[in-house]
């Protein structure tokens, strides 16, 4: 394919030097609040300028190009697009297209295996009483309505595709004016020194991005500098990432985030400017002990920040299949065309002959009538040796051409047969879907820690949460809980497979073990929405469960009815007895269950029917 690497890179000297990168920009000491921003600026070339991220960023251009199955000319050229080029190349079939895309197939494959779950995180107490329960199991609501608004699973899902192409990608979760947002991070804007990122635990992340001048515009303050930033924004040069011509309104933008050295110290700092002299935008102190922008990559490196891609695995494979395509292609058009061979000295009207669509040819020697034939252009090994590329490029990663294609596999036919052949290829995956469970919980934490400063200036700050069957309104302030107050655990979202004789063979197995009743199982096969279910099932029991904690907690009263339970009653409201005498919970409060009981006991006795009089013996 064509857009090969055709640099040459001296490594002699590689990596910026002390000069290029001037002084520490986070250091006070060293540079000043309005030196911060140029400061910034230059380590942030350095590092792009450097002879390893210039090789780096090429590769990445390479294998974006093969994962499109088109020449691109940056990383910036969105894929997909018609071109006079990309049309003309695959017109005239000069190599420069890929007819069996192997890469994208399996990226998509191994995407469709693994990023198809939604990992979910739960907020759970370490030794906590039941205020903290309750905020612990409300944080996790709330921590739903967060990834519902930011849609982290569509852009966590497409993060997966990007890092099948290349080495990394990052997801940035940030402040946007009082909201939470998720921003994907494409590989060419991470910057990392070569030096600072050898165990992958980097202090310093750099950010190139490109922004519109009115957008920077509406981020000045108001401080003393606001006129400084507002003129050196109006003065910045402009830039065109695509690299079309076009005439654009945007400025090229640099972010860095510095970790503290530890928890005391601080030297941990955030700037974000554009190049000049009053270029510095923003610029505060940095408390968190991880990045902003969260690094994910399907295979790690051994050494570094970054991983390798499934298309750097895949390239001498794409070559090989490209290659043996090429010259089917060529026998094909050269020799497995139809001929007809006619004697010399035969008395046909030769005029009448034409070459389309296939060849008259001559011969001499013993006459005979016109015969034609088609010539056999390879022998069948050579099919069959471009077909065990094909399939070996998805056996490097664990699945099946034939999943790839939507099809079983031969010589399965059961379900449970089905079931367990896509258990083995699910744990073929088990160490990725590790990785991909624990960047969503990594989102989930950082999301929290967001929120938690949104908060400091907003106590207004609340999120719909997605429920059963309204949205819910959770105030921070309801949720506020120390960090070290508890922990963040995942816990799958779905109870079923997600085949429907997946989710048939399940159902069956838990109406068979007794776990389920008939009813249940044909309620879920009926509309496949388990949770739905379980929640409606449990709706009763939910219902007192909140009545106790409300007394228990708020010291707020509701009695028993008609409607509900109330052996559930009674039981629920012992166990929060016993639950409220061991966190040592106000009397008052433990008075209110005590009176639910009596309440209960009594409801339960005008509600029982009275027993028929017995006769006298005779």
């Known amino acids: 394919m064509a ?10 000297n590689d990596g910026p030097s002390a000069a290029q990168l001037g002084a520490e920009w986070w250091n006070p000491e060293e540079v000043q609040p309005e030196d911060c921003g140029p400061s910034m600026v230059a380590a942030a070339k350095a590092i792009e300028s450097s ?60 995407a469709s295996q693994v990023s198809r779950s939604r990992p979910r995180a739960r907020f759970i107490t370490t030794g906590g009483d039941y205020k903290q329960k309750r905020k612990a199991k409300n944080l996790t609501k709330f921590c739903d309505g967060l990834f519902n608004e930011a849609r982290v699973y569509e852009k966590t899902q497409l993060a997966f595709l990007q890092a099948g192409a290349f080495d990394a990608v990052g997801i940035h979760v940030h402040r946007e004016k009082d909201r939470v947002r998720v921003d994907l991070v494409r590989s060419c804007e991470i910057l990392i020194g070569a030096n600072d990122g050898i165990d992958g635990k980097q202090r310093t992340i750099y950010r190139r991005k490109y922004v519109d001048k009115n957008v920077l515009l509406t981020m000045v303050g108001k401080g003393k500098d606001a006129e400084k930033q507002r003129k050196a924004i109006q003065a910045a040069s402009t830039a065109d990432p695509v690299g079309d011509g076009g005439k654009t309104n945007l400025v090229e933008v640099y972010e860095a985030w510095h970790l503290r050295s530890s928890k005391t110290a601080k030297d941990g700092w955030y700037a974000m400017a554009i190049a000049g002299e009053d270029g510095l935008l923003e610029r505060r102190e940095y408390t968190r002990d991880y990045h902003e922008i969260l690094l994910f990559s399907i295979d790690p490196a051994l050494s570094g920040p970054y991983g390798q891609s499934p298309a750097a695995v895949l390239l001498p494979i794409q070559v090989s299949i490209n290659t043996g395509l090429d010259k089917i292609a060529k026998g094909h058009h050269l020799q497995a065309v ?90 073929r995956f088990a160490v990725l879907s590790q990785r991909w469970e624990q960047l969503h919980l990594d989102i989930a934490r950082a999301m929290v820690d967001t929120a938690r400063e949104i908060y400091l200036d907003n106590k207004e700050y609340q999120v719909s949460a997605p429920g059963t069957a309204l949205l819910e309104e959770i105030n921070w302030s309801d949720v506020n809980m120390e960090e070290d107050g508890y922990v963040i655990q995942l816990y799958p979202t779905s109870l079923l497979p997600q085949t429907p004789q997946g989710r ?98 009594e409801l339960q006795k005008m509600l029982t029917p009275p027993a028929p009089p017995q006769q006298m013996a005779a």
């Open 3 to 12: 857009g090969a690497v055709t640099k040459v890179y001296d490594f002699s």
């Open 51 to 110: 002879s390893q991220e210039q090789l780096r960023y090429d590769l990445n251009l390479l294998y974006g190009s093969l994962y499109e199955g088109r020449e691109l000319a940056n990383l910036y050229q969105y894929g997909g697009r018609a071109t006079l080029a990309g049309l003309s190349a695959g017109l005239y079939g000069n190599g420069a297209d890929i007819t069996w895309n192997v890469i994208r197939s399996v990226v998509q494959t191994v």
């Open 338 to 427: 139809p001929r007809t061979w006619v004697h010399v000295n035969s008395k046909i009207n030769k005029a009448a002959i034409t070459n389309a669509p296939a060849g008259t040819y001559y011969y001499s020697g013993t006459a005979g009538p016109p015969k034609s034939e088609t010539a056999v252009a390879f022998n069948p090994e050579t099919y069959e040796h471009l077909e065990r590329h094909y399939e070996r490029a998805f056996s490097l990663y664990g699945v099946s051409a034939q999943v790839a294609a939507g099809q079983k596999e031969s010589g399965v036919t059961s379900a449970v047969a089905i079931r367990e052949s896509l258990d083995v290829q699910t744990a």
């Open 504 to 601: 048939i063979d399940r159902v069956n197995e838990l109406v068979g073990a007794g776990i389920w009743s008939a009813k249940r199982g044909e309620a879920v096969l009926d509309d496949l929405d388990p949770e739905s279910n379980v929640s409606m099932e449990r709706a009763a029991e939910q219902d007192v469960e909140r009545m106790c904690e409300e007394m228990l907690e708020d010291g707020h009263y509701e009695g028993p009815d008609v409607t509900m339970d109330l052996n559930a009653c009674l039981e629920k409201a012992a166990q929060y007895i016993s639950w409220g005498r061991q966190q040592k919970a106000p009397e008052k409060h433990l008075d209110l269950l005590y009176r639910f009981l009596d309440d209960t006991a």
